[in-house]
């Protein structure tokens, strides 16, 4: 563990905040699994995104600004052959990107928004028009969107709360009947959906459909920052409205950006580790659900729902008695699994989640 993290467990009724980015590690003798970290494919501790970040810190330093131009067309040639957007900015975080990309919209638009979408796509949008949808609702969201002139919708891939994969389809087929402004959400499905991670614009073959998007370069690729991408008419009007803000990432980011896209493009031990990344999830949802708690999740990130706040707080607080480390927002609990877990760390969080849900009295003994 890296030195910072030493006292982390000296607090025993409390819950560490700061833990290391590994699927497991050992403490004090101790295995922890770590299912908080969305790094499902283990790419931030991939040798050649670590090789790529020291070569260019030794040869240019942290603040080298000398190959950025370079770097940054690189970057959007990649970009263009594997998601095939004209054009692209980087930004340091999702606030960031979203306030460029929603900045172009006057005050009179309406922004349709899922329930279940990014919480910083909401907090950017707080003082915007906005009109929330239920993603099993379509034809509350015709309605809503046939009253509206200038609208723009916001589609997700997947529901980092939920754990599932919107459906894209019907909800392109409304946006465009109502001649929708479409706004895909890629931050939870690029580098995890789609051929080799390409995203779910790719999964749905949306590319001449969707007019803008946006996603993460941290997440599942082991990067950093996110990225708007768009054609270039589009990448220019909000250049126009944040250039005097623009924060650019190091040079030494966008380089094993760069790299993260290479390996999606060339690697071809990326499909079997997909394959086995998602046989996993199968098996996990499926004793999940034999066991008895309640989830909607199809996908290797796995929600499992509670009756309220307080249930899912003391299940999330003995699962980490147990060495096991899981994500909580309200009355739901989220499990990111990682091909580092192996079927024995997922049967053993299997059977940890059972123990204690007979001792909560949420699932009968």
Same mark, same amino acid.
């Given at each position: 563990?890296?030195?910072?993290?030493?006292?982390?467990?000296?607090?025993?009724?409390?819950?560490?905040?700061?833990?290391?980015?590994?699927?497991?590690?050992?403490?004090?003798?101790?295995?922890?699994?770590?299912?908080?970290?969305?790094?499902?494919?283990?790419?931030? &501790?991939?040798?050649?995104?670590?090789?790529?970040?020291?070569?260019?810190?030794?040869?240019?330093?942290?603040?080298?600004?000398?190959?950025?131009?370079?770097?940054?067309?690189?970057?959007?040639?990649?970009?263009?052959?594997?998601?095939?957007?004209?054009?692209?900015?980087?930004?340091?975080?999702?606030?960031?990107?979203?306030?460029?990309?929603?900045?172009?919209?006057?005050?009179?638009?309406?922004?349709?928004?899922?329930?279940?979408?990014?919480?910083?796509?909401?907090?950017?949008?707080?003082?915007?028009?906005?009109?929330?949808?239920?993603?099993?609702?379509?034809?509350?969201?015709?309605?809503? =969107?046939?009253?509206?002139?200038?609208?723009?919708?916001?589609?997700?891939?997947?529901?980092?709360?939920?754990?599932?994969?919107?459906?894209?389809?019907?909800?392109?087929?409304? #946006?465009?009947?109502?001649?929708?402004?479409?706004?895909?959400?890629?931050?939870?499905?690029?580098?995890?959906?789609?051929?080799?991670?390409?995203?779910?614009?790719?999964?749905?073959? =949306?590319?001449?459909?969707? &007019?803008?998007?946006?996603?993460?370069?941290?997440?599942?690729?082991?990067?950093?920052?996110?990225?708007?991408?768009?054609?270039?008419?589009?990448?220019?009007?909000?250049?126009?409205?944040?250039?005097?803000?623009?924060?650019? =990432?190091?040079?030494?980011?966008?380089?094993?950006?760069?790299?993260?896209?290479?390996?999606?493009?060339?690697?071809?031990?990326?499909?079997?580790?997909?394959?086995?990344?998602?046989?996993?999830?199968?098996?996990?949802?499926?004793?999940?659900?034999?066991?008895?708690?309640?989830?909607?999740?199809?996908?290797?990130?796995?929600?499992?729902?509670?009756?309220?706040?307080?249930? #899912?707080?003391?299940?999330?607080?003995?699962?980490?008695?147990?060495?096991?480390?899981?994500?909580?927002?309200?009355?739901?609990?989220?499990?990111?699994?990682?091909?580092?877990?192996?079927?024995?760390?997922?049967?053993?969080?299997?059977?940890?989640?059972?123990?204690?849900?007979?001792?909560?009295?949420?699932?009968?003994?």
């Amino acid at each position: 563990m890296k030195p910072y993290q030493v006292h982390l467990f000296t607090d025993k009724d409390k819950i560490p905040i700061f833990l290391p980015c590994e699927p497991f590690f050992v403490y004090e003798n101790k295995r922890f699994l770590n299912f908080r970290i969305c790094d499902c494919l283990y790419l931030k &501790n991939h040798e050649y995104l670590k090789e790529v970040a020291k070569l260019d810190i030794e040869s240019g330093g942290i603040t080298s600004t000398d190959r950025r131009v370079k770097i940054m067309e690189d970057l959007e040639r990649a970009m263009l052959e594997i998601k095939k957007v004209n054009a692209l900015l980087m930004f340091p975080d999702e606030i960031s990107a979203h306030h460029a990309m929603f900045s172009i919209f006057d005050s009179k638009t309406t922004f349709f928004v899922d329930y279940a979408t990014s919480p910083s796509i909401i907090a950017v949008l707080q003082y915007r028009n906005i009109e929330y949808y239920n993603y099993h609702d379509l034809e509350q969201l015709d309605r809503l =969107l046939s009253a509206k002139s200038e609208k723009v919708i916001v589609i997700d891939g997947v529901y980092e709360w939920i754990g599932n994969i919107s459906p894209v389809n019907d909800l392109i087929k409304v #946006a465009k009947d109502n001649e929708c402004f479409i706004v895909a959400n890629e931050v939870n499905s690029f580098g995890f959906l789609g051929r080799n991670g390409r995203g779910f614009i790719d999964l749905f073959n =949306l590319y001449d459909v969707v &007019n803008i998007e946006v996603g993460s370069f941290s997440k599942f690729l082991g990067g950093f920052g996110c990225y708007v991408g768009a054609k270039k008419y589009l990448i220019n009007k909000i250049k126009e409205n944040i250039i005097d803000i623009l924060n650019p =990432l190091p040079q030494f980011m966008l380089s094993v950006n760069l790299a993260g896209l290479y390996i999606i493009r060339t690697e071809k031990e990326r499909k079997k580790i997909f394959q086995k990344l998602w046989k996993n999830s199968r098996y996990f949802i499926s004793r999940l659900k034999q066991i008895g708690l309640s989830t909607r999740s199809e996908t290797p990130i796995v929600v499992i729902s509670f009756n309220n706040d307080e249930e #899912a707080g003391q299940f999330t607080k003995k699962l980490f008695f147990e060495q096991i480390i899981v994500a909580q927002n309200k009355e739901r609990i989220r499990l990111c699994l990682s091909i580092e877990h192996s079927k024995e760390d997922l049967d053993y969080c299997l059977d940890k989640l059972e123990s204690i849900g007979k001792e909560l009295g949420i699932l009968k003994s």
